[in-house]
């Protein structure tokens, strides 16, 4: 049986909210746009697709021009990422070495194209995964990315581990157990399984698949 784990990016995986931010200023002042952002601002439109950034910070415009300042906006900050990336969390290469041996290992995200190769490329994570989907691939949800790269991989059983509430809501849509990267960016106010940091994802990824593998069992 090939089991696999797929990881969300942002707030899960690195923290380039600093980055992001100052990148997206730079743009808007580049280019003469009135536009600023704060950190808040970003935090708040993390794990969205690009569609629902756009909705949210440029609602004077229709979608297609709120699109164009998008894929500016995200042009110039992989750019600006590939010489200032973000901050990868304690312990990562050592926690991403131990899964990989044992499990395949993808990234799954909400960002436009260009994005998570940025962050493969410039923190050395290539050796670790397996592939990875995002929004601007296919210009499908988060759920459907899960299914169409589960399909395609010809994978059996995965977990998902992201930071957000959407995060979840995404997991359970396409069917798969969810962990809660609790030290990222958003909070989750229920019984989900969660880890308060990357080190306790070794134990926490045995524990998921053993309670998959049991409610199997309570099936037959």
Same mark, same amino acid.
């Given at each position: 049986?090939?089991?696999?784990?797929?990881?969300?990016?942002?707030? +899960?995986?690195?923290?380039?909210?600093?980055?992001? &931010? /100052?990148?997206?200023?730079? +743009?808007? %002042?580049?280019?003469? #746009?009135? #536009?600023?952002?704060?950190? %808040? &601002?970003?935090?708040?439109?993390?794990?969205? &697709?690009?569609?629902?950034?756009?909705?949210?910070?440029?609602?004077?415009?229709? !979608?297609?021009?709120?699109?164009?300042?998008?894929?500016?906006?995200?042009? *110039?900050?992989?750019?600006?990422?590939?010489?200032?990336?973000?901050? /990868? #969390?304690?312990?990562?290469?050592?926690?991403?070495?131990?899964?990989?041996?044992?499990?395949?290992?993808?990234?799954?995200?909400?960002?436009?194209?260009?994005?998570?190769?940025?962050?493969?490329? &410039? @923190?050395?994570? *290539?050796?670790?995964?397996?592939?990875?989907? @995002?929004?601007?691939?296919?210009?499908?949800?988060?759920?459907?990315?899960?299914? #169409? !790269? =589960?399909? =395609?991989?010809?994978?059996?059983?995965?977990?998902?581990?992201?930071?957000?509430?959407?995060?979840?809501? *995404?997991? %359970? =849509?396409?069917?798969?157990?969810?962990?809660?990267?609790?030290?990222?960016?958003?909070?989750?106010?229920?019984?989900?399984?969660?880890?308060?940091?990357?080190?306790? !994802?070794?134990?926490?990824?045995?524990?998921?698949?053993? %309670?998959?593998?049991?409610?199997?069992?309570?099936?037959?």
């Amino acid at each position: 049986m090939k089991k696999a784990i797929f990881f969300d990016l942002d707030g +899960t995986l690195w923290n380039a909210l600093s980055q992001i &931010t /100052i990148s997206w200023n730079l +743009t808007m %002042e580049k280019y003469h #746009y009135a #536009y600023r952002f704060n950190l %808040e &601002t970003v935090k708040s439109i993390m794990g969205l &697709t690009p569609e629902e950034t756009c909705r949210l910070l440029f609602n004077d415009k229709n !979608l297609k021009d709120g699109l164009e300042i998008f894929h500016l906006l995200v042009k *110039e900050e992989i750019n600006y990422l590939s010489k200032h990336p973000g901050i /990868i #969390y304690e312990n990562e290469d050592n926690v991403l070495s131990v899964l990989s041996a044992k499990y395949d290992l993808y990234v799954v995200s909400n960002s436009d194209k260009g994005y998570i190769e940025n962050y493969l490329s &410039t @923190c050395n994570k *290539e050796k670790y995964f397996k592939g990875h989907i @995002c929004a601007g691939d296919l210009g499908l949800a988060k759920w459907q990315n899960i299914l #169409y !790269l =589960k399909k =395609k991989e010809k994978i059996d059983e995965v977990i998902y581990v992201g930071d957000t509430l959407k995060d979840k809501i *995404e997991s %359970e =849509k396409a069917h798969v157990k969810f962990i809660h990267a609790a030290y990222g960016f958003g909070n989750i106010n229920d019984d989900s399984l969660k880890i308060n940091n990357l080190n306790e !994802l070794i134990l926490k990824v045995e524990e998921a698949f053993a %309670e998959n593998v049991q409610k199997k069992q309570l099936k037959c």
